[in-house]
Every structure is written in structure tokens, then in C-alpha cells.
């Protein structure tokens, strides 16, 4: 037995004063239901993923998702936390209750407001998904950076490439209608330090960071004996947890590991090649972390990283279109619901349903999303077997 997604909801993602953490809850799940056409006294169980970390005071939320319908009173809701994957830990979990016979259908609701904090306190919370006995203090532009200096001092100074990356997510997420930015800034102004481009920590700029961001996004799955009953259906050819040690200087930063290691699971229980994917959306919350996956997900050899943008390879006509979405740099990246939204997004495009981000003969879309520095990696492979 699996578990089949079978219908999605996804609120805008952007930065909005008058929402609250419970509507952007009970708006991304509300359209998840009514998408599957499910009744709500039909699902078993619901999972929350959610990152918080004092980003707002609601620390005990998972049954915020009640209230939208009385028919899910008593229903055992769970949150779910891993960092910038809480999303897709939380998807996991669905699933794994599912495939163990627990669960006939389940509602997965990922969801952030990070608005409510200023951008000192949105750093101070990111920063607790980092080892607090080396790197307390360090903020996540600190950590990419790391990995950025180690990069560049290896293989040289790959700044337009990161440019590259930045642009191309913003020409994507023009088609994105829950695209936070979308606006097509050019590869000039993101390759030039200027005073609406700041270096923020060297060597990236503004424009190689993710943005702050409001949103939420959800999935209805159910076990495979009960997607016959419903107009979508999506299946994971591959679904794999990789975790990595947590302290950065127990790793080696030129090698991606616990991402690269993600990928090789997926793709051999999927029994397929980084070739067969028709395209990826894939966890860039600073453009070096995008440039670092085009090596660990096979598309390119070590070192190599820099060819797969300036080649076009990832490009929307490349050989494996990579976030189409925009990505977490332009889409947005609210914590909890990234991995979630990564999954909607992707079965949006198996189905058919993508709209001005359709790729045409969509067959097998890749989701890698990443908690910390590379710590918590999550790697799934989906297919449509039924579409509306």
C-alpha cells in the first residue's frame, strides 16, 4: 500500500500585515478539500508542518485545522518540525501512516507567517536551525556564505553564475500567480552590488537570498485503494529522508553530501537517472544552495555547478527545467510550507494544471527540499497516474 496525492491548495505567498498564521491554515487547507472534492469527515488525520522557532507565539497549532469543519473534531492532528523542511517532514509522516494501514486519507497543511517579526527577529529565528554550540550568533547569509567562500576559493569566483541563477528564478515566477516577487529583475542588476543590491554576506548579495514570507500550502492523500475515487491522482516513485550530522565543520562543504546522498536513494528506488526527470523544484534558499544541488542531484559533475546555468541546462527550454516555481528566491520561502508547496507545485505540473508555468509532456517531476545547512534532505520522485 501508498499513499496517492490527490488534491492540493496554495494560498499566495508575499507579505501580508492583516493575515494571521490560523487563516493562512484553514485558507491552504479549505482549497485543498474542495480541490480533492472530499468531504471532510473522510480524513483520518491531519499533519502540520511548521517551523516557528518564536516567529509567532502560536507553539502549539496543529489543531488550528479543525476549524474548518466541525466533521474534523477529534481527528488526531500532529505538527511536524525540521527546519526549512518541516513541509515535507510533514508529507512524510502522512505517508508513512498511510502506507502502515493506520490512515485511509489524510490532510497535510505546511504553513509560516514570518512577517510578524522584523528582519532581525526573522534572522534570529532562522539562525536556531543551525548547531548552537559552534554557530550560535551566525545567521543563515553567514552559512551560505560559507559555503559560497569555500566554493569560489576552490573553483574560483562563480558571482554571475549566482546572478544567473537569481535571474532565471525571477523570469520564472512572472508565470506564477502565488509568486511573492514577480519581476523580472535581469542578470545585470542581480550580478551588481549597488545600493538596492547590497552585499549582504560576502560574496552574497541581496538578490542571492530567499525572501521573507507569508504563506501556506496543503495536500490531500489518501492510500492507493481509494484514488480510484477521486480526478487526480499523483504517486511517489520515490519518497527519501536523508539527515546529515547538524555541526557544519563535521562535513565537507564542497560536497553536498547529505543532498547528494538524497538523490542517489531517490533515484535508485525509483529506478531512474537525473536524465529522466522532466523537470525539478529544488530548495534554493540562497543561490549557492542551488548551484551546490545541480552537483549532488548528478546533472553536473563536482565543481561543475556554474556550466548547468551558463549552458542553459536548467533553463525553462533546458535539458531539466529546475524551478519553474520561481523557487524559494522568488516564489518565497515561508519555512513550514516550502516543501508542502514544492509538492503542489509539482503535481500541479504532472496534472496538467500549471497554468502559464505548464510544462509541456510533463512526466516525472523531482522535489528536493532542505532543512539547515544541508542537514535534513528530502527527495521525492512523483508521476501522475490520473489526471482531471
Known sequence: ????????????????????????????????????????????????????????????????????????????????????ASGSAAIYAARDAIRSG?????????????????????????????????????????????????????????????????????????????AQMRKDVGFEFCNTVSEKNPMIAAPLRMTDCSLISDGAAALIMVADDRAGDFANSIAFRAAEQVNDYLPMSRRDLL??????????????????????????????CFTIAELLV??????????????????????RDGRLPVNLSGGLKAKGHPVGATGVSMHVLAAMQLTGQAGEMQLPGAELGCVFNMGGSGVANYCSILEAERAA
Not at 473522510?42 to 469543519?69: C, K, M, Y
Not at 551560505?144 to 544567473?164: N, V
Not at 529506478?271 to 534554493?284: K, N, P, Q, R
Not at 553536473?300 to 551558463?310: N, Q, T
Open 102 to 178: 493506520r490512515v485511509k486519507a489524510a490532510l497535510v497543511i505546511g504553513a509560516e507567517k514570518m512577517t510578524a517579526k522584523d528582519t532581525a527577529g526573522v534572522t534570529e529565528a532562522l539562525a536556531g536551525a543551525s548547531y548552537q554550540a559552534e554557530e550560535a550568533g551566525v545567521s543563515f547569509p553567514q552559512i551560505f556564505a560559507r559555503f559560497a567562500t569555500a566554493y569560489f576559493q576552490t573553483y574560483g569566483d562563480r558571482s554571475s553564475a549566482l546572478a544567473r541563477i537569481a535571474a532565471k528564478n525571477h523570469a520564472n515566477a512572472l508565470a506564477n500567480p502565488m
Open 255 to 284: 560536497a553536498f553530501e547529505g543532498p547528494a546522498e538524497a538523490f542517489r536513494r531517490a533515484y535508485a528506488k525509483a529506478g531512474l537517472e537525473v536524465g529522466d526527470l522532466s523537470f525539478a523544484e529544488v530548495h534554493d
Open 294 to 315: 545541480y552537483e549532488a542531484m548528478g546533472l553536473v559533475p563536482r565543481g561543475a555547478g556554474a556550466r548547468a546555468i551558463d549552458e542553459g541546462m536548467v533553463n
Open 1 to 84: 500500500m501508498d499513499a496517492k496525492i490527490v488534491g492540493w491548495g496554495h494560498t499566495k505567498f508575499g507579505r501580508f500585515e492583516g493575515r494571521t498564521f490560523e487563516n493562512l491554515v484553514l485558507e491552504a487547507g479549505a482549497a485543498a478539500l474542495n480541490h480533492a472534492g472530499i468531504d471532510p469527515a473522510e480524513i483520518d488525520a491531519i499533519w502540520l508542518g511548521h517551523f516557528n522557532s518564536g516567529l509567532v507565539p502560536d507553539g502549539f497549532a496543529s489543531s488550528l485545522a479543525l476549524g474548518l469543519d466541525d466533521a474534523l473534531r477529534f481527528k488526531p492532528a500532529t505538527r511536524v518540525e525540521n527546519a526549512c
